[in-house]
């Protein structure tokens, strides 16, 4: 490593984003994007903002923040917006996270969560699973320092109720409990509602995937006052105005047109549950997803052997080099038309042809 | 402050940005934005982009990253992009500066530099500027963890030399030197080619000023591919994705309209020195400022109050209440037109009308 970079930047262990492959016809199924465009009303509204480009944006998200607050039926100031969750969660970490307190995190998760732990020297616990990776909520009990975890989980898609973040929150007094519901569009319930009765509770979604967003990079977080002062304290730390304004005003067009994405969303659903059948017919061990991607495993085959072969296809899908999930594979739901594609040539590798 | 935040988000001082007052015809020269729009490409190459935004955009600033390779002169690897240039330093901060040595900064500075200090825990010494806020090249040599300074200075608009800044670079070795050149198309030279010379040295730009894109939030650095390997392992340690589609497209096509933006920056250097022969004659001691704003003081006025006559007649411009420069204003380089409107009200509020 070379001699000019701080300790932290030497010894750090950078999180791996999903790759962009250049490949072409690729069938794209690696990183949860949304097989649909996002809302014309999204394209509208940015030509009609490009005109001012010339002036600084609104530092806290302007149309998206109002937008944000109306979608959640909160006030504007229960809503922090941000560049994308993964900078949300990063500003996160370190308005609420102290470097003398362990935090909470599961043992199979967003694989960006502990980078953000050792960029910010945070100590962190991992609670366990159950063999099935679902979730004990009780292991998320008790914590010294703050909870934070997906719901639906990444990568398994496993959700808990919103009953069981309730028990959660309340078994974390005088911490923060983060939930991070980047794939909460997808089947499972938000837990939005709870921030009105619990101060200690944020939630944070992404409109990378629910509104075919991930291009545009935009996230917001519902919460207490006090805790979206926390999130702009560090933000006004950091850079003033991570939002441009286009993505402000195309984020705010999106939430805006609620029918449009009910759609999309039930057709991913509907072309998950289909997938999930036939994947099962093949004999794969099928996680209960409730998210726009499935987490998959065969006992004949190698995870690893499998993305290689789909790969060769022309079909991309994620591995995760990791404890305990190392021999699955994490699967975006594309179009019927893609996850019929995979299937067959899936159905033609396990076949040995 | 509030129970749950961390230690952190407590003790800091945020950085203030420049307002955006919602005021109807306002003439707006208090955060340095171009007055003329940004080329025409930008708008054109953000169009083409905007059907692509259920992808996630590249992460290292794609076109953006090649247009600023080809624009300096360097390769791809030369290059780190980022969402603005106070992101691209909020990363340097991280990347090249430790808590147990401290850095060198002006003593009158750009206002962030000791906010991402103090989120990072670096300590920092200030060089002195002499009385007419010249920089002495030698007060920045021999630091012991680092060196950071705009050129031209900012809120001053004075330069120094490349061959100034190759001797603080040759007095520092072992530590980088960060120039931060945020406003260096508006006159002063660029020590870009210095970058093939010295490996600790890191030269950052923004789109921001030259090119008309404030809201676009666009900026690089040019340096060894030593650093920037350093700055995208704390990139990659926080947030994969900081620049969206739509501000990659934008930012590539404006570095590649050379004429357009020769153009304008040749009419504001033209009304900045119109504009300083002006106020020279209404009294005001005014910097040799190269930027695109001026550094005025009145022997007659507290600059407070004539910010505050400025605003009542609709012209916003910026103070800063610190230490040796509590009497001057910063005035933002807008059209010939506003300017001269700036000058008359000025003119009235001296004369006492």
């Known amino acids: 490593m070379n001699k000019y970079l701080s300790k932290k930047a030497r010894s ?20 949860n994007e949304n097989p649909y465009p996002p809302s014309p009303e999204v394209l509208k509204s940015i030509q009609g903002e490009a005109g001012k480009l010339r002036l600084y944006p609104k530092t806290d998200g302007g149309v998206f923040r109002k937008a944000a607050a109306e979608y959640e039926n909160v006030e504007v100031k229960n809503i922090f ?37 050792e960029l910010y020297n945070i100590p962190y616990a991992l609670a366990p699973l159950n063999k099935d990776f679902s979730i004990d909520p009780a292991s998320l009990y008790n914590s010294k320092g703050g909870v934070i975890f997906p719901n639906p989980n ?27 519901e980047a794939y909460s569009a997808f089947g499972a319930k938000t837990a939005v509602i709870l921030t009105e009765k619990y101060e200690n509770l944020l939630i944070v979604k992404t409109l990378s995937k629910s509104h075919a967003l991930a291009g545009l990079r935009c996230a917001y977080a519902v919460g207490s006052p006090d805790l979206i002062e926390g999130l702009e304290r560090i933000k006004d730390s950091f850079n003033s105005y991570p939002l ?34 036939a994947l099962k017919a093949l004999g794969f061990d099928v996680t209960d997803s409730v998210s726009n991607f499935l987490f998959i495993t ?16 022309g079909i991309v899908v994620r591995h995760f080099d990791k404890p305990m999930i190392g021999n699955h594979l994490r699967v975006t739901v594309g179009t019927d038309e893609q996850m019929d594609l995979f299937l067959k040539e899936t159905a033609a590798i396990l076949a040995g042809r």
């Open 12 to 31: 750090i262990t950078p999180y791996t984003a999903g790759e962009q492959p250049e490949i072409k016809n690729i069938i794209k199924l690696n990183t």
């Open 81 to 117: 917006c941000a560049n994308g969750s993964d900078e949300l969660l990063a500003f996160a970490f370190l308005a609420f996270f102290d470097p003398d307190k362990a935090i909470k995190m599961l043992q199979v998760t967003y694989s960006f969560y502990p980078v953000w732990a």
């Open 154 to 180: 990444a990568p398994t898609g496993i959700a808990v109720s919103v009953s069981d973040i309730e028990d959660i929150v309340k078994n974390n007094t005088g911490y923060i409990v983060i939930v991070d």
């Open 244 to 277: 441009d304004m286009l993505a402000q005003a195309g984020a705010a067009a999106a939430l805006t047109d609620k029918a449009y994405y009910a759609q999309t969303s039930e057709k991913i659903i509907n072309t998950r549950e289909n997938t999930k059948t």
């Open 298 to 313: 065969h006992p004949k085959i190698a995870a690893k052997i499998l993305m290689q072969s789909l790969r060769e296809k």
